[in-house]
């Protein structure tokens, strides 16, 4: 096939075809979902940048998390709440609780070292 034979390229009397429109709803489709995509993975970079910050837990007093298979029985271990002081904050992690008291003569801070059983404290007058 030689140009000269064929008409290889379109006259200006041909038709040309019509775009189809697309519809306004799908196009607001595209846009909400693009931006909750978008916002999913801002989520999970500010998950992950902020993944080493531990925020500290709180629990009742009198209560101690329970120990995990390989930690040491907490069963004959007694944590005595200091005279009129508060219980503020219970903070763990994979070999220790603390325990921060909050009282008129300062706070204390008991430590519970979980694969030993053992504990100690720390005074902090005012």
Do not use: C
């Not at 008409?7 to 429109?21: C, F, G, L």
């Amino acid at each position: 096939m030689t140009a000269a034979k064929q008409n290889v390229t379109r006259n200006s009397a041909e038709e040309v075809p019509e775009t189809t429109k697309v519809p306004m709803g799908l196009k607001i489709l595209v846009v909400v979902l693009g931006l909750a995509i978008l916002g999913m993975l801002g989520l999970i970079i500010y998950k992950v940048l902020a993944g080493g910050q531990k925020t500290p837990t709180t629990a009742a007093p009198n209560v101690l998390a329970a120990p995990t298979s390989n930690a040491a029985s907490f069963s004959d271990m007694d944590v005595k709440r200091p005279v009129g002081s508060l219980l503020v904050e219970v903070t763990t992690n994979s070999h220790e609780i603390m325990l921060h008291f909050s009282g008129p003569d300062g706070d204390t801070l008991i430590f519970i070292d979980r694969t030993k059983g053992t504990k100690h404290s720390i005074s902090i007058p005012k």
